[in-house]
């Protein structure tokens, strides 16, 4: 009888090879070198009980456990930006920090791009973070980075709260401002006061549908981690619904947003958004032209396997964003 074939473990000494960096990232981008687990460790002690050698012999965590992700997001804070306190409730999203860091990067070299090559810096430079979160990272990555200035909003109360409580431990953070939409249909609206000026606004829509596609889209991410089919959702920092859905998905929410950046093309250098489905970038472009923008730029993005876009775009002509650079930058 012939013997079942089985699949041989690999051992230690037949290491995966890995790029001394992930050149998909952005040059300037902090994390394109492997995480180094002993610096993280010593930056945030509580990482240590989550960091093991995988099957390759390699020190690394459980990327499927929604706890391990959360400390090491924490710890990359940490170790990188300076952070003194950083924590998030259960069920609220944890993003990754290196996909974070490299739309701040992207962002800044379109500011470059019109500012003649030169990266605008320091506090004069105020973004607008639609949908902030209860993580505050960009406003962390941003100001660290680049001494921006930040206002974000959010439609859930607990999320601006706790926005606030991190940039109120945090003294670098000590100019980050954060208003609630009470209109989960408008984004712009209500936010922008008349008073605002801002250079570059800046968003991760959420991208699902409905409930049932995040859900399903979570199973999916889990199942692919563990290499096994996965039936049961892992709640603990996956995100809230309003974080993970909106009714008509990324499309409708982008359309609303081009609609209402129409509203306020003077008060505004760049909007900007990240574009996770490339079928949604056509109905995007069509209608931008409608109306009647004066530059569209497309910026794509990778980190690992996931690939992305941000799709930028000012009402300003040429003369009125050198007015805009000379009254502002």
Known sequence: MKKKHQKRKPTVTEKREHPPEKLELHPRNKHRQRYDFVKLIAACPELKKFVAPN?????SIDFADPEAVKTLNKSLLVHFYGVDDWEIQPTYLCPPIPGRADYIHHIADLLASCNGGKIPHGNKIRCLDIGVGANCVYPII???EYGWSFVGSDVDAVSIANAKRIAAANPFLKEAEFRLQKDENQIFRSIIETEDFFDITICNPPFHASAEEANTGTLRKLSNLKGKRITKPTLNFGGQNRELWVTGGEAKFIGQMIK?????K?????FSSNISKQSNLKAIYDQLKTIGVAEVKTIPMAQGNKISRIVAWTFLDE????LWRDMRW
């Open 142 to 144: 941003g100001t660290r």
């Open 55 to 59: 099957k390759w012999g390699d020190d």
């Open 266 to 270: 003077h008060s505004c250098f760049w």
């Open 260 to 264: 209402e950046s129409a509203e306020f």
């Open 319 to 322: 003369k009125q964003q050198k």
